[in-house]
């Protein structure tokens, strides 16, 4: 007995991203994770990874080695499509954030510019209260 497909399945058309040679890469590193996306000048994403993406749990996410990995893995993807120079966004505070930067490079796209753009609060919201452990 062959099933029938579904009718209401959706099927997704997949999304055509036009890849120049010269793009950006955005690494915002939290407490808890590390995200990368290498997008065109126009901010369409070409290729993203994250530490949870690649497998890794709880506080191992937050680790060089993690960063490291997903860089490499998004790198890799947008290299094929033609990607060859960045220029790097880096956010937040995590651990990854040079390591991640740096498998970038190794993995055959050029980093030809790295701009920190973390925010900072000009005396805005009151922090929360100090942590005690």
Not at 8 to 17: E, F, I, L, M, S
Not at 65 to 71: E, I, P, T, V
Not at 123 to 129: F, H, M
């Given at each position: 007995?062959?099933?029938?497909?579904?009718?209401?399945?959706?099927?997704?058309?997949?999304?055509?991203?036009?890849?120049e040679s010269n793009g950006e890469a955005h690494v915002t590193?939290?407490?808890?994770?590390?995200?990368?996306?290498?997008?065109?000048?126009?901010?369409d994403v070409v290729a993203w990874?994250?530490?949870?993406?690649?497998?890794?749990?709880?506080?191992k996410k937050n680790t060089p080695?993690?960063?490291?990995?997903?860089?490499e893995d998004a790198s890799k993807v947008a290299h094929e499509a033609g990607m060859r120079k960045v220029k790097v966004y880096v956010k937040g505070p995590g651990n990854g954030r040079e390591s991640a930067i740096r498998s970038i490079h190794n993995s055959g796209i050029e980093v030809t510019e790295?701009?920190?753009i973390t925010p900072l609060?000009?005396?805005?919201?009151?922090?929360?209260?100090?942590?005690?452990?």
């Open positions: 007995m062959a099933k029938k497909a579904n009718p209401k399945a959706k099927t997704q058309k997949k999304r055509k991203v036009a890849v590193a939290s407490f808890n994770n590390i995200i990368i996306s290498l997008t065109n000048k126009k901010g990874s994250s530490a949870g993406k690649m497998g890794f749990r709880g506080s080695y993690a960063a490291q990995l997903a860089a790295i701009i920190d609060p000009h005396n805005g919201c009151r922090p929360p209260k100090r942590r005690r452990v």
